[in-house]
């Protein structure tokens, strides 16, 4: 089984700041991917970005990085230079290597992020 | 290139109806599942089908069904609904990255 644990329901950040999002994630998969995804008031699930169990770096993908720390079983999510529009719910998710020939995800809570002027 | 695409955005019914969603994936990708959001249960899988085949099915009653179609679009049918069924369905196609999801299909059940 696997069990994605994002322990912030919200946070409030100054705009321009930096924020990080924090993932924890449980499995017994020996290998798997995690992903994050924002979700505006619109609903659209907007995919963010990728990391796989044996990627060597952090995935990166503009303003927005993976702080990938597989001994501690973590997977945050760092945004820099945060924007009003980055204000959102953000999931972390998990695909495991039992699911790997299928697309099933397993998410997370979420966090609710509001960027403030 | 043109995203997913779930139609209708949103969706009243009335208790014991049935309803058919429907899901068009990104051009190419053969892999289509579907997720139901409620605030009370978050986000849990429904399935997922790849080249007209379920290949993965969630903890959801036989009541959720769905299909594909040879285009890859899919349906997925919710029938004698329950006020519990409302919620926001999401479709996410896949290929090679993803998934990729759409904007939804919000159910009201009343």
């Known amino acids: 089984a696997q069990k994605i644990t994002q322990t912030q329901p919200g946070m409030f950040v100054q705009e321009k700041e930096a924020v990080t999002l924090d993932c924890t994630y449980d499995?017994?998969?020996?290998?798997?991917?995690l992903f994050w995804y924002k979700q505006p008031s619109s609903g659209e699930m907007i995919f963010l970005i990728y990391q796989g169990s044996y990627d060597q770096q952090n995935a990166t993908e503009g303003r927005y990085s993976l702080n990938f720390q597989k001994a501690r079983k973590s997977a945050n999510l760092v945004i820099s230079a945060s924007q009003l529009g980055d204000s959102a719910m953000y999931f972390c998710?998990?695909?495991?290597?039992?699911?790997?020939?299928?697309?099933?995800?397993?998410f997370g809570t979420g966090t609710r992020l509001t960027i403030i002027p | 290139k043109a995203g997913v695409t779930q139609t209708p955005r949103y969706l009243i019914k009335t208790r014991g109806q049935q309803v058919t969603l429907s899901c068009s994936p990104i051009?190419?990708?053969?892999?289509v599942s579907w997720y139901q959001q409620t605030p009370g249960q978050g986000l849990q899988f429904l399935f997922e089908y790849f080249s007209e085949t379920q290949r993965n099915k969630g903890n959801f009653p036989g009541r959720f069904s769905g299909r594909q179609f040879s285009n890859s679009r899919s349906e997925m049918n919710v029938s004698t609904l329950e006020l519990g069924d409302s919620a926001l369905y999401l479709c996410?196609?896949?290929?090679?990255?993803?998934?990729?999801f759409g904007q939804g299909t919000r159910l009201t059940v009343v």
């Open positions: 996410a196609s896949s290929r090679d990255g993803g998934p990729f």
């Open positions: 998710a998990m695909r495991g290597s039992s699911n790997f020939g299928n697309e099933k995800l397993t």
């Open positions: 499995t017994s998969d020996p290998s798997y991917g």
């Open positions: 051009s190419g990708h053969r892999s």
